[in-house]
């Protein structure tokens, strides 16, 4: 008899979140199989972590190798993976200092935190740090503060004070907000959960300047965009804008949970005592973030998401042309690319592309996001688009 597996979790897990059907048991690439053994091409990558392709040979062999030697020594002592994972994303950013943290949210409440210091030491003791609506930053209760959504923040009031949410890609509302405690502004550089929502030209650069002009640190939330999805290693290339501080996560150890935030040497002020991980760093994660990283480096992996996204997001113009009544946004950079539908059929789209042997990341009940492996080739990217409109008529039809 065969394991009822969403009883299972139905007995068993808190229930946070409706799950897609689909008991997903091994990956391979672009492709996963499920528990009966039916294959779908992943075009979610695990919320775009999974950007080398699943079980990557390079960082499995990384993981394997440093599993059989040592995986955790706590920050008390050197080890070498985290060292070389240091020495790759600083020689390889415009950043000069790293710290690890264990995910998206820890690497953001460290950047928050080396803000406040700054604020403190250099800002007339300003705390305040200002981020944008629409946004997503993590979901620890500083984090709910810093995310621009009500419906993640309702429920945790009262919210960690500090935070000020101002309209997305509005330069004159950031000015009206900032104050004379303002130390930060975070945001991403391109808004990923929030339904992959691109800034306007100039937009970075006004913010720039703005925090030039005023003393105040810049903070960009790379956990999504980073690791190479935007076409560049890190998304600030980009778009051509330098941050003060850069988080990293999802991407950095290819489906190993680890974090980063980076910080210019100019605001470098955490010192001993300051903050700290038993986890973060730790050698198992390192070793497989500095393989992804310098194998995602070495094969200009960057490169390929930059030309395939620019193919995929070709094909899905020519389907917005060919289905206007449906489709009337197509959105994103490199493989982060959204389709905004006329109507709430994201939910439908992305169950019927499930049994096309799809999957799909309903983003907002009327837009569907992609992000799938960087290393995907343009016949893969042909194979989804038979796929999604398949299952874009079956959801339309049902
Ligand atoms: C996913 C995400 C986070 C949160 O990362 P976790 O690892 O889930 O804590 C933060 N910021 C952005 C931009 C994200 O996409």
């Not at 004159?172 to 130390?183: F, I, V, Y």
């Not at 080739?377 to 039809?397: H, P």
Request: with cysteine; proline share 4%; net charge negative.
């Amino acid at each position: 008899m065969t394991t009822d597996w969403k009883a299972k979790e139905a007995k068993y897990y808190m229930h946070v979140v409706n799950r897609q059907p689909v008991v997903i048991d091994r990956g391979e690439g672009a492709r996963v199989w499920d528990v009966d053994g039916k294959e779908y091409l992943d075009f979610t990558a695990g919320w775009a972590v999974v950007n080398l392709g699943h079980a990557h040979p390079a960082v499995t062999k990384a993981i394997q190798d440093q599993a059989a030697k040592l995986m955790q020594t706590s920050n008390q002592f050197y080890t070498t993976p985290q060292l070389e994972l240091a020495e790759a994303l600083v020689e390889n950013s415009a950043l000069d200092k790293v710290f690890f943290s264990n995910s998206g949210a820890e690497a953001n409440e460290g950047a928050v935190k080396l803000a406040r210091k700054y604020g403190r030491m250099n800002k007339n003791g300003g705390q305040e740090i200002i981020t944008v609506l629409n946004s997503f930053h993590g979901r620890t209760l500083a984090m709910a503060a810093a995310t621009g959504q009500p419906h993640y923040q309702e429920i945790w009031k009262p919210l960690t004070p500090g935070f000020t949410n101002v309209p997305y890609d509005d330069l004159d509302a950031m000015k009206a907000a900032t104050t004379d405690q303002t130390c930060a502004i975070m945001v991403e550089v391109l808004q990923g959960e929030g339904g992959v929502n691109v800034p306007t030209e100039g937009y970075l650069k006004g913010l720039r300047e703005w925090c030039d002009a005023n003393n105040i640190l810049l903070i960009f939330d790379e956990v999504q965009t980073g690791a190479g999805r935007l076409g560049t290693l890190f998304g600030y290339q980009a778009f051509d804008v330098e941050p003060d501080v850069m988080t990293l996560a999802k991407g950095l150890g290819n489906g190993v949970p680890i974090g980063a935030f980076l910080c210019k040497d100019s605001c470098d002020v955490l010192e001993p005592g300051d903050h700290g991980s038993t986890f973060g760093g730790n050698a198992l994660a390192t070793a497989a973030a500095n393989a992804t990283v310098r194998f995602m480096v070495d094969n200009d992996v960057p490169g390929n998401a930059k030309k395939v996204g620019a193919y995929f997001k070709g094909k899905l113009e020519e389907y917005k042309a060919a289905n206007s009544e449906v489709v009337v946004d197509v959105r994103g950079m490199g493989l982060l690319l959204a389709l905004q539908f006329s109507d709430t059929i994201s939910a439908k789209v992305v169950a019927a592309c499930n049994e096309e042997g799809l999957l799909l990341n309903p983003v907002r009940p009327d837009a569907i996001r992609f992000m799938p492996p960087l290393t995907i080739t343009e016949s893969d990217v042909d194979e989804a688009m038979e796929k999604l409109g398949r299952g874009i008529a079956k959801a339309l039809a049902s």
